[in-house]
T-cell receptor, first 111, second 113 residues
Framework: KQEVTQIPAALSVPEGENLVLNCSFT??????LQWFRQDPGKGLTSLLL?????REQTSGRLNASLDKSSGRSTLYIAASQPGDSATYLC??????????FGTGTRLQVFP | EPEVTQTPSHQVTQMGQEVILRCVPI?????FYWYRQILGQKVEFLVS????????KSEIFDDQFSVERPDGSNFTLKIRSTKLEDSAMYFC???????????FGPGTRLTVL
């Protein structure tokens, strides 16, 4: 059974820092991995999708990498801003329709 | 930019009552999903829907749940007889294909009293 884990559970950093969020999954047989952002009490905003054949994807200050064989993905946020404060979720899709989510990393960026 | 929309944003109901949660997926998407998130827990898959039928459902999606696409734009989740443990945020999502990005709506917070 696929298990998705995110470390750390919470992170507090000063504005301007570059930071890395980690996502681990136990079964490497995935089709893709998606990173989301969730603001308190709100929906999920898709940030990046990495297909299993890809190593990384970039969008603005965000870069996500995927090492399928080791069951890991990282989300790199460059030059963090207070507006980046949110919970970041990763989710994997296997050979079914559903996304399997991790528990998230709650990020706070302070001025 | 096209968005998934959901109504209502918050629904309060009494235990045993029926509720219908509504979603309007992105217009050219073909796959539709419902997920839920109990407060403080992970987002969990409920059901996927394609070509006017359920494609996959989780063990949570028992006989009290049903989904429907009553017209070309709406996608609904019905809970027939709500229980206290159904209190959660319910998210609708849609995608163009199975391997594509799933786009989520803002959610409906369901409170069962």
């Amino acid at each position: 059974k696929q298990e998705v884990t995110q470390i750390p559970a919470a992170l507090s950093v000063p504005e301007g820092e570059n930071l890395v969020l980690n996502c681990s999954f136990t079964d490497s047989a995935i089709y893709n991995l998606q990173w989301f952002r969730q603001d308190p009490g709100k929906g999920l905003t898709s940030l990046l999708l990495i297909q299993s054949s890809q190593r990384e994807q970039t969008s603005g200050r965000l870069n996500a990498s995927l090492d399928k064989s080791s069951g890991r993905s990282t989300l790199y946020i460059a030059a963090s801003q207070p507006g980046d404060s949110a919970t970041y979720l990763c989710a994997v899709r296997q050979d079914t329709d559903k996304l399997i989510f991790g528990t998230g990393t709650r990020l706070q960026v302070f001025p | 930019e096209p968005e998934v929309t959901q109504t209502p944003s918050h629904q309060v109901t009494q235990m045993g009552q029926e509720v219908i949660l509504r979603c309007v997926p992105i217009s050219n998407h073909l796959y539709f999903y419902w997920y839920r998130q109990i407060l403080g827990q992970k987002v969990e898959f409920l059901v996927s829907f394609y070509n006017n039928e359920i494609s996959e459902k989780s063990e949570i999606f028992d006989d009290q749940f049903s989904v429907e696409r009553p017209d070309g734009s709406n996608f609904t989740l019905k809970i027939r007889s709500t229980k206290l443990e159904d209190s959660a945020m319910y998210f609708c999502a849609s995608s163009t294909g199975l391997t594509d990005t799933q786009y989520f709506g803002p959610g409906t917070r369901l409170t069962v009293l």
